[in-house]
């Protein structure tokens, strides 16, 4: 038998297996919401405090002349944070705080911490967090002490901040002293450029000071005008070299790139608009070559005048900008070389400004002044940063302080238990789902049409007893009645009336069903006889009430005529045949020839014969019995056995050459599978009478309902009865759904 191909899965196959295992899930959730309930409320309750503080960034401690001395980078949160949490902050707050006398008496023992241990309990119990888009810094102090977290959150504020003053200050010493170290320096080198002075002017002999300041300053002068002439000189050349690159760079253009360019350079002229107007008459020229008009038409002859004339036109307005470029461009270079005869005269003029005898003094006085100049800056800025070290610029600011909270916030019971219900909800699912996956059993009925590739007869709810113990009203009667009629329709001939109802297991229900079988067969007015061919196991005889002494085993092994061992029973036309007393030699006797004579005379004496037989597997009597009889069905309690059970009782049976009618599947749970007969089921069962309903409240309900249309119908015509007996069955009442 080939492997039966793998059907795609519908929203229902999973709502079904959530609903099969529905208890599993429940328990599931139940168990995982009462373990994390019972671990929330035995968690000790944690305190939270925060302390906020503004942090903002360093500024250069200490600048001179306009460049920052000794500043720092702007320090990211993360590095602030790993500061906070260093061992330099930490420790002082554990021994502000005395934690380690604190957490070691509270450990018992009475012995302290080691620093280091408290250092990290510390730190396990602070939490830092910025606040979005500003630069304050929440610190927040966890503790099983509403007291103590208000302590550790204040303390670790307080212990950040005076480490970023402590640095603030000492990095201004720093910059401080570095001034005072140049300071000093400067005023060295100008007490060095005073005596150079002073020496040089009794080497050269001058008393008059005045004359040589009028010459130092009269070459000051002629300095300013060489180097703003020479400024001047630059500029000009680096504009004639813009000018002529400019115009080099327009005579490589076309007209489509020049239209773009010439806007910057006349954007009020009529240029571009001629560019335009030219493009405009060359792609009309070629518009009219494409069209293949002759160079003589009227069109092609008045479109290339019009080309020839705006091309003149624009031809002339080009070479006039390009003849203003070039007159740019010469008195560009004109402007270069008098600028250029300017510099140099001034540089001839600066060389015999100085005498050579002067000329050391002079640069001398000038060394002296620029050294002076230095130090009354340096001076300035050491008065200034004196002034400023008195009220320095705070980089930490406690904000709020921390206050001991009014409620803990560890744990979170209502957060705890809804994390917990929605963990609960997929484990259980995920356990549904695993448990469904290892259940091979047979679960509904595509699998049995699926894997046994049988018809299914019908399908019979749970909790099903025999017909013959309830009234006639029963809403179970009409599961029963689908399985006669889908019988009939299936067996075809109305010869073969002897059937037999096995199971690959023990306990599956064909018993029962063919007790219930049997006794809708004799409602429509046909007469049945029950075999109880179980002989290891018999089980019909409690159902009827009748005394099992005699049986099958004695009109087989005994050669009691059959007639002795019929009995009638409390139902109109059900004979039973009880199995008889067990016997050591009757194993096997069902494949005596004994027993194919008893089968063909029953078939004569009723219209149907049922036998019951035990199970498929591990017994050799159900494949011998069914393959005597003409028919079998295969009873398959619901999800009770591996299918495998099922597969290997139906390969047995075909295997002995049974002709196998379909399947029956046993005690199905309505709440679980009700989407495959859930219409039918409640319109006979709970939905319209209920179990063991009143008919009698809906006056216009016949006596027999038909049940209501189905996507498949059957008929089936009753056969006449044996030994002068005649069935009152006919196609009508034969008409069933499934």
């Given at each position: 038998?080939?492997?039966p191909?793998?059907?795609?899965?519908?929203?229902?196959?999973?709502?079904?297996v959530v609903?099969?295992?529905?208890?599993?899930?429940?328990?599931?959730?139940?168990?995982?919401?009462?373990?994390?309930?019972?671990?929330?409320?035995?968690?000790?309750?944690?305190?939270?405090?925060?302390?906020?503080?503004?942090?903002?960034?360093?500024?250069?401690?200490?600048s001179?002349?306009?460049?920052?001395?000794?500043?720092?980078?702007?320090?990211?949160?993360?590095?602030?944070?790993?500061?906070?949490?260093?061992?330099?902050?930490l420790?002082?707050?554990?021994?502000?705080?005395?934690?380690?006398?604190?957490?070691?008496?509270?450990?018992?023992?009475?012995?302290d911490?080691?620093?280091?241990?408290?250092?990290?309990?510390l730190?396990?119990?602070?939490?830092?967090?910025v606040?979005?888009?500003?630069?304050?810094?929440?610190?927040?102090?966890?503790?099983?002490?509403?007291?103590?977290?208000?302590?550790?959150?204040?303390?670790?504020?307080?212990?950040?901040?005076?480490?970023?003053?402590?640095?603030?200050?000492?990095?201004?010493?720093?910059?401080?002293?570095?001034?005072?170290e140049?300071?000093?320096?400067q005023?060295?080198?100008?007490r060095?450029?005073?005596?150079?002075?002073?020496?040089?002017?009794?080497?050269?002999?001058?008393?008059?000071?005045g004359s040589?300041?009028?010459?130092?300053?009269?070459?000051?002068?002629?300095?300013?005008?060489?180097?703003?002439?020479?400024s001047?000189?630059?500029?000009?050349?680096?504009?004639?070299?813009?000018?002529?690159?400019?115009?080099?760079?327009?005579?490589?253009?076309?007209?489509?790139e020049?239209?773009?360019?010439?806007?910057?350079?006349?954007?009020?002229?009529?240029?571009?608009?001629l560019?335009?107007?030219?493009?405009?008459?060359?792609?009309?020229?070629?518009?009219?070559?494409?069209?293949?008009?002759?160079?003589?038409?009227?069109?092609?002859?008045?479109?290339?005048k019009?080309?020839?004339?705006?091309?003149?036109?624009?031809?002339?307005?080009?070479?006039?900008?390009?003849?203003?470029?070039?007159?740019?461009?010469?008195?560009?270079?004109?402007?270069?070389?008098?600028?250029?005869?300017?510099?140099?005269?001034?540089?001839?003029?600066?060389?015999?400004?100085?005498?050579?005898?002067?000329?050391?003094f002079?640069?001398?006085?000038?060394?002296?002044?620029?050294?002076?100049?230095?130090?009354?800056?340096?001076?300035?800025?050491?008065k200034?940063?004196?002034?400023?070290?008195?009220?320095?610029?705070?980089?930490?600011?406690?904000?709020?302080?921390?206050?001991?909270?009014?409620?803990?916030?560890?744990?979170?019971?209502?957060?705890?238990?809804?994390?917990?219900?929605?963990?609960?909800?997929?484990?259980?699912?995920a356990?549904?789902?695993?448990?469904e996956?290892?259940?091979t059993?047979?679960?509904?009925?595509?699998?049995?049409?699926?894997?046994?590739?049988?018809?299914?007869?019908?399908?019979?709810?749970?909790?099903?007893?025999?017909?013959?113990?309830?009234?006639?009203?029963?809403?179970?009667?009409?599961?029963?009645?689908?399985?006669?009629?889908?019988?009939?329709?299936?067996?075809?001939?109305?010869?073969?009336?002897?059937?037999?109802?096995?199971?690959?297991?023990?306990?599956e229900?064909?018993?029962?069903?063919?007790?219930?079988?049997?006794?809708?067969?004799?409602?429509?007015?046909?007469?049945?006889?029950?075999?109880?061919?179980?002989?290891?196991?018999?089980?019909?005889h409690?159902?009827?009430?009748?005394?099992?002494k005699t049986?099958?085993?004695?009109v087989?092994?005994?050669?009691?005529?059959?007639?002795?061992?019929?009995?009638a029973?409390?139902v109109p036309n059900?004979?039973?045949?009880?199995?008889?007393?067990?016997?050591?030699?009757?194993?096997g006797?069902?494949?005596?020839?004994?027993?194919?004579?008893?089968?063909?005379?029953?078939?004569?004496?009723?219209?149907?014969?049922?036998?019951?037989?035990?199970?498929?597997?591990?017994?050799?009597?159900?494949?011998?019995?069914?393959r005597?009889?003409?028919?079998?069905?295969?009873?398959?309690?619901?999800?009770?056995?591996?299918?495998q059970?099922?597969?290997?009782?139906?390969?047995?049976?075909?295997?002995?050459?049974?002709?196998?009618?379909?399947?029956?599947?046993?005690?199905?749970?309505?709440?679980?599978?009700?989407?495959?007969?859930?219409?039918?089921?409640?319109?006979?069962?709970?939905?319209?009478?209920?179990?063991?309903?009143?008919?009698?409240?809906?006056?216009?309900?016949?006596?027999?309902?038909?049940?209501?249309?189905?996507?498949?119908?059957?008929?089936a015509?009753?056969?006449?009865?044996?030994?002068?007996?005649?069935?009152?069955?006919?196609?009508?009442?034969?008409?069933?759904?499934f």
């Amino acid at each position: 038998m080939n492997p039966p191909a793998e059907s795609s899965l519908h929203f229902l196959d999973y709502w079904r297996v959530v609903k099969v295992h529905k208890f599993v899930i429940l328990t599931v959730i139940l168990l995982v919401t009462a373990s994390a309930t019972i671990y929330t409320f035995n968690t000790p309750k944690q305190y939270v405090s925060v302390a906020r503080m503004s942090v903002e960034s360093d500024r250069p401690a200490v600048s001179v002349y306009g460049r920052d001395l000794g500043g720092m980078d702007m320090i990211t949160f993360a590095t602030q944070f790993e500061i906070i949490q260093s061992k330099e902050v930490l420790y002082p707050v554990v021994e502000q705080l005395k934690l380690q006398q604190r957490w070691g008496s509270k450990k018992g023992g009475g012995a302290d911490l080691p620093r280091d241990i408290a250092y990290y309990m510390l730190k396990s119990k602070i939490q830092l967090n910025v606040a979005r888009g500003t630069t304050v810094i929440e610190i927040r102090g966890w503790s099983e002490d509403k007291g103590e977290a208000a302590e550790i959150a204040n303390a670790v504020a307080q212990a950040y901040e005076k480490y970023r003053l402590d640095e603030k200050y000492n990095e201004v010493n720093r910059g401080l002293q570095k001034i005072q170290e140049e300071y000093t320096r400067q005023q060295e080198d100008v007490r060095v450029a005073r005596e150079k002075v002073e020496q040089l002017r009794k080497d050269l002999n001058i008393t008059d000071l005045g004359s040589v300041s009028l010459l130092t300053g009269g070459g000051r002068l002629e300095q300013e005008e060489l180097r703003r002439k020479e400024s001047e000189l630059f500029e000009a050349k680096t504009a004639l070299k813009t000018q002529k690159l400019r115009l080099e760079n327009l005579a490589k253009l076309d007209l489509r790139e020049l239209k773009d360019t010439i806007n910057f350079l006349q954007p009020e002229g009529n240029i571009p608009g001629l560019i335009s107007a030219v493009m405009d008459a060359e792609r009309t020229m070629e518009t009219l070559k494409a069209s293949e008009l002759g160079p003589n038409h009227p069109d092609v002859i008045k479109a290339k005048k019009t080309y020839e004339t705006l091309k003149a036109q624009l031809d002339g307005q080009l070479a006039g900008v390009m003849r203003a470029l070039k007159i740019a461009v010469d008195e560009q270079e004109q402007k270069v070389k008098l600028l250029s005869e300017d510099v140099d005269k001034l540089r001839a003029r600066e060389q015999v400004s100085h005498s050579a005898k002067y000329t050391p003094f002079v640069d001398a006085m000038r060394n002296l002044e620029n050294q002076q100049t230095v130090l009354e800056n340096i001076n300035a800025r050491l008065k200034q940063e004196r002034i400023e070290i008195g009220l320095p610029r705070r980089p930490v600011r406690i904000i709020d302080q921390a206050e001991p909270a009014y409620a803990p916030s560890k744990p979170n019971v209502p957060l705890n238990i809804s994390i917990s219900v929605v963990v609960g909800i997929v484990l259980g699912v995920a356990m549904a789902f695993f448990i469904e996956y290892l259940d091979t059993s047979i679960h509904r009925v595509d699998d049995v049409e699926k894997y046994l590739r049988i018809p299914v007869l019908g399908v019979v709810p749970r909790d099903v007893k025999p017909l013959i113990q309830l009234d006639d009203v029963s809403p179970f009667a009409e599961f029963y009645r689908v399985l006669r009629a889908n019988i009939e329709f299936a067996r075809k001939d109305a010869q073969a009336n002897s059937v037999t109802f096995c199971s690959g297991g023990a306990g599956e229900g064909k018993s029962t069903t063919l007790i219930n079988t049997a006794y809708i067969y004799a409602q429509h007015g046909q007469t049945v006889l029950v075999v109880d061919s179980d002989v290891r196991r018999p089980s019909l005889h409690r159902i009827f009430g009748v005394d099992n002494k005699t049986g099958l085993t004695d009109v087989i092994l005994g050669g009691v005529p059959v007639e002795q061992v019929i009995q009638a029973t409390s139902v109109p036309n059900i004979h039973f045949i009880p199995s008889g007393k067990y016997q050591s030699d009757a194993l096997g006797i069902l494949a005596m020839g004994r027993m194919r004579e008893l089968i063909g005379n029953l078939k004569q004496r009723y219209d149907m014969v049922f036998f019951d037989s035990p199970p498929v597997l591990g017994i050799s009597d159900a494949p011998i019995l069914a393959r005597e009889v003409d028919l079998a069905v295969l009873v398959i309690q619901y999800r009770r056995y591996p299918r495998q059970l099922a597969l290997r009782a139906q390969a047995a049976l075909e295997k002995a050459g049974v002709r196998l009618l379909g399947a029956v599947l046993n005690q199905v749970k309505s709440e679980e599978e009700d989407y495959y007969y859930y219409n039918y089921y409640y319109y006979y069962g709970e939905g319209k009478y209920g179990y063991g309903g009143d008919r009698s409240r809906d006056d216009k309900t016949p006596e027999k309902t038909s049940p209501p249309p189905s996507s498949v119908t059957v008929a089936a015509s009753g056969k006449p009865g044996k030994s002068g007996r005649k069935g009152t069955s006919s196609s009508s009442d034969l008409v069933e759904t499934f």
